[in-house]
Every structure is written in structure tokens, then in C-alpha cells.
């Protein structure tokens, strides 16, 4: 078994703010990152695959197809976007990076067998560092 993990980045802006609490309560629970305007990050990116090493090629997966599928799934809808107002995703969903993890793993996850039909490589981990001091894994 052999795991491949790609990097990609994106930047996007988000304001974290849920609907169902107060502004003060939402101030205290999101400090900084509740301001009305909004803010933004360079998010960094690991979609890991896992699978067998295929004989013929000597490779886990297909890089292009995972590339295109990240770059059609996560890179085109997110970066440069305000995900708040421009991703119907996080319409009512807080976009924290917890919440930005699990959509990514379900885009992928839903268009995967698509791409990676039969025995290829299993989508095996999502992880985005969203600061020097923040990082997220979404752990199965």
C-alpha cells in the first residue's frame, strides 16, 4: 500500500459568523474573524490518495486526473472567492476550515469513482493549513 499526498493553494475570504447567535455572542466566539468585512487566507491544500502500485505503470494514481478533479472541484469554486456570498455551500454554513475540509472531501469524494474507477487509488486524507499556526486534518 503506498499513500500519495498532493499540494495545492488557493486563496479565498470568509467571515465567520453564525446566523443563530447574537453579534455579541458571535464576537466572542470568533474574536477577530467575525469582522463584518471579512478576511482572507492562503490556504494550503493536501488531497492524499492511498491504493496498490499498478504494475504496468508503476504509479498509485494518475496525477492529471487528480489534478484536474481538485482543480474543477475545489480550486476553481473557492479561490479568489468570498465563500460566504459566492459558495452555495456555506449559504448557511459557518466556512471555518473544520467546515471547508468536509466539503472538500465531499466534492472529491462524489466525483471520484468517476475518475478513479474500479481498483484505483482511495481518496485518503484531507488536510488544509489555513495559518502558520493553524492546520486541519478530517480524520475518518
Same mark, same amino acid.
Given at each position: 500500500?503506498?499513500?500519495?499526498?498532493?499540494?495545492?493553494?488557493?486563496?479565498?475570504?470568509?467571515?465567520?459568523?453564525?446566523?443563530?447567535?447574537?453579534?455579541?455572542?458571535?464576537?466572542?466566539?470568533?474574536?477577530?474573524?467575525?469582522?463584518?468585512?471579512?478576511?482572507?487566507?492562503?490556504?494550503?491544500?493536501?488531497?492524499?490518495?492511498?491504493?496498490? =502500485?499498478?504494475?504496468?505503470?508503476?504509479?498509485?494514481?494518475?496525477?492529471?486526473?487528480?489534478?484536474?478533479? =481538485?482543480?474543477?472541484?475545489?480550486?476553481? @469554486?473557492?479561490?479568489?472567492?468570498?465563500?460566504?456570498?459566492?459558495?452555495?455551500?456555506?449559504?448557511?454554513?459557518? @466556512?471555518?476550515?473544520?467546515?471547508?475540509? %468536509?466539503?472538500?472531501?465531499?466534492?472529491?469524494?462524489?466525483?471520484?469513482?468517476? =475518475?478513479? @474507477?474500479?481498483?484505483? @487509488?482511495?481518496?485518503?486524507? %484531507?488536510?488544509?493549513?489555513?495559518?502558520?499556526?493553524?492546520?486541519?486534518?478530517?480524520?475518518?
Amino acid at each position: 500500500m503506498i499513500r500519495l499526498t498532493r499540494r495545492y493553494r488557493f486563496c479565498a475570504s470568509h467571515r465567520l459568523h453564525a446566523a443563530g447567535l447574537s453579534d455579541a455572542e458571535n464576537r466572542a466566539l470568533y474574536g477577530k474573524c467575525n469582522n463584518p468585512h471579512g478576511h482572507g487566507h492562503d490556504y494550503t491544500l493536501e488531497v492524499s490518495v492511498s491504493g496498490q =502500485v499498478d504494475a504496468e505503470s508503476g504509479r498509485v494514481g494518475d496525477l492529471a486526473a487528480l489534478d484536474t478533479l =481538485v482543480r474543477e472541484q475545489v480550486l476553481e @469554486p473557492f479561490d479568489h472567492h468570498d465563500l460566504n456570498k459566492e459558495v452555495p455551500a456555506f449559504a448557511e454554513r459557518v @466556512p471555518t476550515t473544520e467546515n471547508l475540509a %468536509i466539503e472538500i472531501r465531499s466534492r472529491l469524494a462524489g466525483r471520484w469513482h468517476r =475518475v478513479f @474507477p474500479g481498483e484505483g @487509488p482511495a481518496l485518503d486524507g %484531507i488536510r488544509i493549513q489555513e495559518t502558520k499556526r493553524n492546520r486541519f486534518e478530517l480524520l475518518d
